[in-house]
């Protein structure tokens, strides 16, 4: 069974930056893709960016440029660093893994950004 661990979430303040780390229990080589999404307070849970086998990044056009995706292929370990957080970033980020058409998420990091 494939188990992802965030971690790296906490209070921060405007401006300041954040590095997410999603730790994977197997080979990143074994997924289609590994990516982030946020869910912020009732709301839907957002795509914020992916990497796929290849190590390509794609972010979702929504998003200003202050997210950057980065993995990690021998610690298993998927990043997020975020730039200028903004109240608004506010949320829980969730690891996605996928394998084929089946998706596996972690527990989530909560991200608190004060104003």
């Known amino acids: 069974q494939v188990q992802l661990v965030e971690s790296g979430g906490g209070l921060v303040q405007s401006g300041g930056s954040l590095k997410l780390s999603c730790a994977a229990s197997e080979s990143v080589f074994n997924f289609n893709s590994m990516g982030w999404y946020r869910q912020a307070p009732g709301q839907g849970r957002v795509f914020i960016a992916a990497?796929?086998?290849?190590?390509?990044?794609r972010y979702s056009d929504s998003l200003e440029g202050r997210f950057i995706i980065s993995r990690d292929d021998a610690r298993k370990t998927l990043y997020l660093q975020i730039h200028n957080l903004k109240p608004d970033d506010t949320a829980v980020y969730y690891c996605?893994?996928?394998?084929?058409?089946?998706?596996?998420w972690g527990l989530g990091t909560q991200v608190t950004v004060s104003s």
């Open positions: 990497v796929n086998l290849a190590g390509l990044a």
């Open positions: 996605n893994a996928k394998i084929l058409h089946r998706d596996y």
